[in-house]
């Protein structure tokens, strides 16, 4: 089965610390693109 390529549209403090790492465990996704306003951030 294909990998689920995921990005995220915020780099708040719920989707950095609780959203992205559970979906990092899932066996078919992955984090492919964060995008934020500031570039340091994203």
Do not use: F, H
């Amino acid at each position: 089965m294909k990998k689920i390529r995921w990005g995220a549209l915020s780099t708040a403090r719920i989707g950095t610390e609780k959203v992205i790492p559970a979906m990092q465990l899932g066996e078919y996704c992955t984090v492919t693109a964060i995008a934020s306003r500031k570039l340091e951030k994203a």
